[in-house]
């Protein structure tokens, strides 16, 4: 069982920054991909980055340039900052880790909004 609590949300104006903190407890971190996902109202959840236990990246396309995903396995924790924001980027933020092995798992969402 994992557990994860995101913390970086907030209201910033368009072409500002955030930075999403996911932490992770309940097992071993290193060994789970972790993700991050967005959902905003009418919309389905989809992906904004996922990072692999070796530390291979992906962006959904829109993010390419605007967000960078990383993670500290030391910490237990995954980051997404996020740069250049745009009123669309409004949603909630989601923590996803996911393993082969272990199962998939998710926080309970960090609201983000943009707008000025």
């Known amino acids: 069982q994992v557990h994860l609590g995101e913390s970086g949300g907030g209201l910033v104006q368009p072409g500002g920054s955030l930075r999403l903190s996911c932490v992770a407890s309940?097992?071993?971190?290193?060994?789970?991909?972790m993700g991050w996902y967005r959902q905003a109202p009418g919309s389905q959840r989809a992906l904004v980055a996922h990072?692999?236990?070796?530390?291979?990246?992906r962006y959904a396309d829109s993010m390419k340039g605007r967000f960078t995903i990383d993670r500290d396995d030391a910490k237990n924790t995954v980051y997404l900052q996020m740069n250049s924001l745009k009123p669309e980027d409004t949603a909630v933020y989601f923590c996803?880790?996911?393993?082969?092995?272990?199962?998939?798992?998710w926080g309970q969402g960090t609201q983000v909004t943009v707008s000025s």
């Open positions: 990072i692999t236990d070796g530390r291979t990246t």
């Open positions: 309940g097992d071993i971190f290193n060994i789970y991909d």
């Open positions: 996803n880790a996911s393993s082969p092995k272990r199962g998939e798992y």
